[in-house]
């Protein structure tokens, strides 16, 4: 099992361009996380999804959109990035149901907004 | 609002001493208490947690101890090694309401463990 993998690790975009990032993964798990992490704030919740075709906003949803087409794979969009979204971006997923609400993260895409 | 208060915001520690992190939290709805542990350039990963039904959860240097009426927990690494150097993270869930089990996460402490 790949667990939980992010496409692109690295990207460096202009201000005003858009881009989309991909998070898959293998574990059939049911929720899955948008994350953004940046120095001495930890991690901030962007959008979530409980299931294939729903999505729900977070803590920082402004400026970014989701979508949950397919149960193993959430996508991040920006669509005019700001320098302001310059940060390291995880994905996480999770089991539907457990006592314990272990989340499973990706390792990261770091983007740079010029 | 922050949901987790967590400090230090950064700790050195002498190798085979104790490093001690700290969170507090207000929503007595919280039912689920975890710690991450991220090594540079990685996501992080669950290292342990514990239900406010036990007051302590060890497993191996590691350990949580919780306080259900201070609403505090905290994170203990004993006999701390180099290779404990990096971010911790405490979080916090409600498992049995409306936010279906986010994680509210506190702002992390950065460990560097000194050989």
């Known amino acids: 099992n790949a667990g939980v993998t992010q496409t692109p690790k690295f990207r460096v975009l202009k201000t005003g361009q858009s881009m989309t990032l991909l998070c898959a993964q293998d574990?059939?798990?049911?929720?899955m996380y948008w994350y953004r992490q940046d120095p001495g704030m930890g991690l901030r919740l962007i959008h979530y999804?409980?299931?294939?075709?729903?999505?729900a906003k977070g803590e920082v949803p402004d400026g970014y959109n989701v979508s949950r087409l397919k149960k193993q794979n959430f996508l991040l969009g920006l669509e005019s990035a700001a320098p302001s979204q310059t940060s390291v971006y995880f994905c996480?997923?999770?089991?539907?149901?457990?006592?314990?609400?272990?989340?499973?993260f990706g390792p990261g895409t770091r983007l740079t907004v010029l | 609002q922050q949901q987790v208060k967590q400090s230090p915001q950064s700790l050195i520690v002498q190798k085979g001493g104790i490093s001690i992190i700290n969170c507090a939290y207000e929503?007595?709805?919280?039912?689920?208490f975890p710690w991450y542990q991220q090594f540079p350039g990685k996501g992080p990963a669950l290292l342990i947690a514990?239900?406010?039904?036990?007051s302590e959860k060890k497993e191996g240097r590691f350990t949580i101890s919780f306080n259900k009426s201070a609403k505090q927990f905290s994170l203990h690494i004993m006999d701390s090694q180099p290779g404990d150097s990096a971010t911790y993270f405490c979080?916090?869930?409600?498992?049995?309401?409306?936010?279906?089990?986010?994680?509210?996460f506190g702002r992390g402490t950065q460990l560097t463990v000194w050989p």
């Open positions: 996480a997923s999770r089991v539907l149901a457990g006592v314990y609400n272990e989340q499973f």
């Open positions: 574990m059939n798990h049911e929720y």
């Open positions: 999804s409980v299931g294939e075709g729903t999505t």
């Open positions: 929503n007595t709805a919280f039912d689920y």
């Open positions: 514990i239900r406010p039904d036990v």
């Open positions: 979080a916090a869930s409600d498992n049995r309401g409306s936010t279906l089990g986010r994680l509210y």
